[in-house]
């Protein structure tokens, strides 16, 4: 079974990376940050494409949100990590979409599109087949820097994730959404709670500490609510 890294193994990781004139300062520390990331490390010996699998194992080990046999869509799932832990935990099928190619993954079916085009909800009604157990949106606009524009951006695609959520999670269903911390999420926790029965906030671990993304996670689903 696949596990996140051991405190041992965080601790003993202490790569140097030297500095060159052909690397900018933040490709460096960029660098430097991968290459002593334990996430990284334990997703190249696992089989995972990125190191974010690990944030779905983590929330799913305290929240139980896969379950043999369930049916699950990934939306920004590029490279495939998710949808990977997603297979690899049972789900009887995994619809992934990404606007970016994402690599063939046994078990799922991939889709490359645009979450935004308002064509999308019913391609991704007709590819799910039925009802979803479980809706998880790893999906993040490119950041630009400014906290409250940034904030705003990742909420439009989370409150577009959870109007589809409602729409085709089967009663009982768990939703799964990236945010970042910013203190705009008011309305949409509020939605939340009328429709779920348990509504939570997470880090898993695996986030790294000086990120501002954090998970809100509602299990429970109540249609008609």
Not at 88 to 95: E, I, K, M
Request: hydrophobic share 40%; charged share 20%; net charge positive.
């Amino acid at each position: 079974m696949s596990k996140s890294p051991s405190m041992s193994s965080k601790r003993a990781l202490t790569v140097r990376v030297k500095k060159t004139k052909n690397r900018t300062p933040a490709s460096h520390a960029w660098l430097q940050r991968q290459l002593n990331d334990p996430y990284v490390a334990a997703a190249q010996a696992q089989g995972y494409r990125s190191r974010a699998a690990f944030k779905l194992i983590e929330l799913d080990d305290r929240h139980k949100l896969l379950r043999k046999g369930a049916r699950v869509l990934d939306l920004g799932a590029a490279p495939g990590g998710w949808t990977q832990v997603a297979v690899q935990r049972g789900a009887h099928s995994v619809l992934a979409l990404d606007l970016l190619p994402i690599d063939p993954i046994h078990g799922a079916v991939i889709l490359q599109g645009d979450f935004n085009d308002p064509s999308m909800p019913e391609v991704l009604t007709a590819a799910l087949g039925g009802k979803a157990d479980l809706v998880m949106s790893d999906m993040a606009p490119n950041t630009t820097g400014h906290t409250a524009t940034d904030h705003l951006r990742i909420m439009g695609l989370a409150e577009l994730a959870l109007d589809f959520a409602m729409e085709v999670l089967t009663e009982g269903g768990s939703f799964v959404a990236k945010l970042f911390q910013g203190g705009s999420e008011g309305e949409m926790l509020l939605r939340l709670k009328r429709h779920f029965a348990s509504v939570k906030h997470a880090k898993p671990p695996a986030s790294r500490k000086g990120s501002s993304e954090l998970y809100v996670v509602a299990t429970g689903f109540r249609p008609g609510k």
